[in-house]
């Protein structure tokens, strides 16, 4: 163990310093650490005589205690006056929880970097690089994995419960029991499943180090659903479909809604296609007029469903005419051809299912055979980012009684989880199961630094204070692969990755295969799914989060702007729980709304969005 450690609750209070204070803060963390140090003052009238006052640099003193471990910490720097005062009246109980966080040493460094600490069954764990953590099962997880079930099951949880790596390890445990069973013989493959690209290669090559054995690895196939059901098209029709984006798709219905005149915005038309005519598989005027529209906020009388029938059906023919797709209607196309071809795989293992859209489910469904231990699904309903509404019992997935809920996380400090739970501004989601999900019960077996949040008041200085504070964490020793900086936008990134360019430090895009050993820089959406030692999520700031231009495009839909509202909560809610260790948060000018803490926009007597 180091001699000297920083307490955790300090760190909030280092991020408010000038860069001259902090920079002389390391360097002195530094020099004490290699040995090469002034000795700690005495304070004879200290209510504690274990404090000790420590000079920092001209002016500033820093204020050390001992902690419950016997780790001296720095608790607080101060200028020098301030700081003896503060170390008399200062007691180590009374005061910030000093054993919170574990220092550990790393090779070829003189600091020591934060690690969170849990109970007596996770020290080994988290003893380990940390990409062997991130195949690590929890020991009370066995059972989920090794269990045979007579059916589809679902497993549900907050995050930072394990649910990926439980589905790793149960496409490891089926494929493992495939091979013993059939041996070399022919078999119908594992399926591993997810909505994103970066996330499948993330899942290939963890399984990769997962399962050694080529043979029991062959049995796993890992890829997106988008991918399945291209992939499915194109062997059946010979043509590989042009798929189009959400986004573009949007552009496109918001140039037609307003070249007809529709009193309807874009985005709206554009939803209620995909999440209500395509959903329910609606192929006729009487059938949209008659249906159901869970989830749609917006109202909408019969004479009013006639001009968006009208408006849809003139769209979507221009699309076939030219030939495109949207990904819910090659999923769809891919489901009926499977229906009369038949299944394609023995076991289907989903993650993030609660991202995947009802034409995806009926793919999944006509992609295995019912019976035991068809599909494994994992998914949190309060990490949805897409607008995906779905009832599983009517797509012919029956998890009644299969469903597991896990209220523990072992993956995340419960200063994280306490800090990001506001932020999703709800209490309550409606499941895959269609039943109220809640957050109520979740804790974490982990504890760790309190996140960082720091205001700026211009862009310039938040990417000067990133820099500092990235430099801070590999200064520490924390591996520069196992940080990941985010914004919501690519402009964001840029700057990002600009910065930390100019500060020497490499980086790599989020989305990169690259194991270099360099910083991850991306967009929010591409931390989906990841997990990562420290994290920093920049650029939280009105008007990026929720972005304007999304705003302008509800165009004054209620429905449309609650929903993107909640969307935008889930999103910076998902990226601030990737971060196991540390999270830094910064924002400059107007903090965003979603910001735990904030005020509403429009003054302290205004009312929240949601």
């Not at 994280?416 to 932020?423: A, G, K, T, V, Y």
């Not at 996140?451 to 862009?459: D, I, K, L, T």
């Amino acid at each position: 163990m180091p001699q000297l450690a920083i307490a955790p609750a300090f760190l909030t209070d280092f991020s408010q310093l000038e860069n001259s204070v902090q920079t002389a803060i390391m360097t002195v963390m530094q020099a004490y650490m290699s040995g090469d140090r002034e000795p700690l003052e005495t304070i004879s009238d200290a209510a504690d005589p274990r404090i000790r006052v420590m000079q920092i640099g001209p002016g500033w003193s820093g204020v050390v205690a001992p902690s419950a471990n016997g780790v001296y910490c720095l608790v607080a720097v101060r200028r020098h006056d301030d700081a003896l005062s503060f170390a008399r009246r200062y007691r180590p109980e009374a005061g910030p929880a000093l054993s919170i966080v574990e220092m550990r040493e790393h090779p070829g460094s003189t600091m020591s970097a934060p690690r969170a600490i849990g109970p007596a069954e996770l020290a080994d764990d988290l003893s380990l690089s940390f990409s062997d953590w991130q195949i690590t099962l929890h020991p009370s997880q066995h059972r989920l994995v090794d269990a045979q079930f007579t059916e589809s099951t679902q497993i549900t949880g907050g995050p930072g419960t394990g649910k990926t790596v439980l589905a790793l390890h149960r496409a490891a445990h089926l494929a493992a029991r495939d091979s013993a069973r059939f041996g070399s013989v022919e078999h119908a493959p594992i399926l591993l499943t997810t909505f994103n690209k970066l996330l499948a290669q993330t899942l290939a090559g963890q399984l990769d180090r997962l399962v050694p054995d080529p043979e029991v690895r062959s049995r796993i196939e890992v890829a997106t659903i988008d991918k399945v059901a291209r992939g499915i098209v194109y062997d059946h029709t010979g043509i590989p479909p042009e798929t189009l984006g959400k986004e573009a798709i949007g552009e496109q219905w918001r140039a037609s809604a307003r070249a007809d005149g529709l009193p309807f915005s874009g985005r709206f038309l554009a939803d209620e296609w995909e999440q209500v005519i395509l959903a329910q598989q609606i192929t006729d005027l009487p059938s949209y007029i008659r249906c159901e529209r869970s989830g749609r906020m917006l109202h909408l009388a019969p004479e009013y469903r006639t001009h968006v029938w009208e408006a849809v059906h003139r769209y979507v023919a221009r699309m076939n005419a030219a030939g495109e797709w949207s990904y819910p209607q090659v999923a769809q196309e891919a489901a009926r051809l499977l229906k009369a071809s038949g299944p394609l795989y023995r076991h289907v293992i989903v993650d993030e299912g609660q991202d995947l859209h009802p034409a995806q489910w009926r793919l999944l469904r006509a992609a295995v055979a019912k019976g035991p231990d068809d599909l494994f699904i994992v998914a949190d309903p309060h990490q949805r980012i897409y607008d995906n509404r779905v009832s599983l019992a009517s797509l012919g997935i029956n998890v009644r009684g299969r469903s597991h809920r896990l209220r523990v996380s072992h993956r995340i400090s419960q200063e994280i989880l306490d800090w990001s739970m506001p932020i999703l501004g709800r209490a309550v989601a409606v499941g895959l199961d269609d039943d109220a999900d809640t957050m109520v019960g979740y804790r974490s077996l982990l504890h760790g630094p309190e996140p960082v949040v720091r205001g700026c008041s211009s862009r310039l200085e938040e990417l000067t204070a990133l820099g500092e504070w990235v430099r801070v964490w590999l200064e520490a020793g924390v591996a520069p692969s196992s940080i990941a900086l985010a914004g919501r936008n690519q402009w964001v990134v840029r700057h990002i990755a600009k910065e930390l360019h100019a500060c020497a430090i490499p980086t790599v895009p989020l989305d990169s295969t690259s194991s270099s050993n360099a910083v991850r820089v991306g967009t929010m959406h591409k931390l989906k799914g990841q997990e990562f030692s420290c994290v920093g999520i920049i650029g939280v700031s009105e008007p990026l989060l929720p972005p304007k231009a999304a705003i302008d495009a509800a165009e004054g839909d209620p429905a449309a702007l609650e929903q993107l509202h909640q969307q935008e909560r889930n999103l910076l809610f998902v990226a601030c729980t990737r971060a196991r260790d540390a999270l830094y948060v910064s924002y400059s000018g107007t903090p965003s709304r979603m910001l735990p803490g904030a005020a509403p926009r429009g003054g302290p007597d205004a009312t929240a969005d949601e």
